[in-house]
């Protein structure tokens, strides 16, 4: 039964009202569209504080200071999430954490341009009482540094203990290059090697290797977070990197992708990036119109229908419902033949008397393109739906033919 046929006519109070679903709406909109633009940048966003020997990291073997140091002095770093920057001039400077990372990819994207090796020296395991810091195990077994240029260049490591005399730089280098050298000094040796930078024995701290802008760092201390203790050092450490640099070059770039920090690739982030931010625009402008034009009714309220309607046209409905539920709908074609001949005879105002047959031949006798009986004997010998509709719409079309 309907609201109506039970007597309801008050319509039921709501349960929030308009002002307080637009809000949960609009709070929910709101937390959906943060979360999906942090599932988008959620990877570029990490700090990389992490321990780890790279550009990002505060602990001793990361080179975080370095990166700060050469923001307050004005030399504009760039720590590189992607490869999109690696074809700049500028310097490059790299920090694989192990012989095993491939540097192959960012090394022939630089081409020609300046690229600083930073070779790893200490084995590191994280400390855990501070996430950020790093617990030294000892030195990195000697193919772990020997292994980050092979196989094009092999290198052979050697650690030396000293007194931390001054390491020699050639005589064309700033005069505030001049480091003193670590405790344990890590130095290289190899073919191709042009020395740039040595100890007082002659070995091989920072080389150009074949010619090429690449230069090795053999000993991580000359530029780590640890050796920055030393303002000695990191005056020493930003001279070098202006050194090593391109002329007029108007940065310097530290890569973290070859320590796992790159910029994450997805469709979502791609949405949200130009060009096709502006497409995703659209959409979601598309979509805040069709939630806006729902909130508002369009012309008067339906009223609601009754379970059982009144009216001619319910009971007419209702018949016919179940005549079609019994499957009689093709053995009506002789009452309905009855039906027409009853009106045909009250149209032409034949006397009441006459028996069916006689009203029958005397509506045969009539002008018109089709006999009555024969359209009564087909009506009647319909048996199936389709031949049964085609009778009854010739017996309808013979009834407007005899209206006057």
């Known amino acids: 039964m309907s609201e109506v046929a039970m007597g309801v006519t008050a319509p039921p109070e709501d349960s929030f009202k308009r002002r307080t679903v637009l809000l949960i709406t609009a709070v929910g909109v709101l937390a959906f569209l943060v979360m999906l633009v942090l599932g988008a940048y959620a990877p570029d966003l990490r700090s990389g504080d992490d321990g780890g020997s790279h550009a990002l990291s505060n602990s001793a073997t990361g080179f975080r200071a370095i990166v700060e140091l050469a923001e307050l002095t004005g030399r504009n770093p760039q720590v590189l999430r992607s490869g999109d920057l690696l074809r700049d001039y500028s310097l490059l400077v790299v920090t694989p954490g192990s012989g095993t990372d491939d540097l192959g990819p960012i090394l022939e994207r630089r081409g020609p341009y300046a690229t600083l090796v930073v070779l790893p020296k200490w084995a590191a395991v994280d400390d855990p009482e501070e996430p950020s810091w790093v617990r030294i195990q000892g030195l990195t077994p000697d193919f772990q540094p020997e292994g980050v240029l092979a196989p094009a260049h092999e290198l052979q490591v050697t650690r030396v203990r000293t007194a931390s005399e001054p390491l020699v ?32 024995a002659g070995r091989i701290v920072l080389a150009e290797i074949d010619g090429t802008p690449l230069y090795v760092l053999a000993d991580p201390d000359l530029l780590n977070n640890h050796g920055m203790r030393s303002a000695t050092q990191a005056r020493a450490a930003l001279a070098m990197l202006d050194f090593l640099n391109e002329t007029g070059a108007e940065a310097i770039l530290f890569d973290v992708t070859i320590n796992g920090l790159g910029a994450s690739r997805s469709p979502l982030k791609l949405a949200l990036s130009p060009p096709f931010v502006a497409v995703t625009a659209a959409i979601a402008l598309a979509m805040a119109l069709a939630g806006i034009q729902a909130l508002h009714r369009f012309g008067a309220p ?75 004997k087909q009506a009647s010998a319909a048996r199936q739906r389709e031949e049964m509709v085609q009778a009854s719409r010739a017996l309808h079309r013979w009834l407007e033919e005899i209206r006057p």
Do not use: C, I, W
């Not at 730089?169 to 090697?193: D, I, R």
């Not at 209702?318 to 009452?335: D, F, I, P």
């Open 169 to 200: 730089a050639p005589g064309y280098a700033p005069k505030a290059m001049q480091f003193n050298a670590p405790e344990l000094l890590q130095t290289v040796s190899g073919e191709g090697l042009t020395p740039v930078l040595t100890d007082q």
């Open 302 to 376: 339906r009223p609601p229908r009754r379970a059982l309607p009144y009216g001619k046209a319910a009971l007419l409905d209702n018949t016919a419902a179940l005549v079609k539920r019994a499957g009689r709908e093709g053995h009506l074609g002789s009452h309905f033949a009855a039906a027409v001949r009853g009106q045909a005879a009250t149209l032409l105002r034949l006397p009441s008397g006459l028996t069916p047959a006689e009203v029958a031949a005397r509506l045969d006798r009539l002008p018109t393109t089709r006999r009555f009986t024969e359209l009564a």
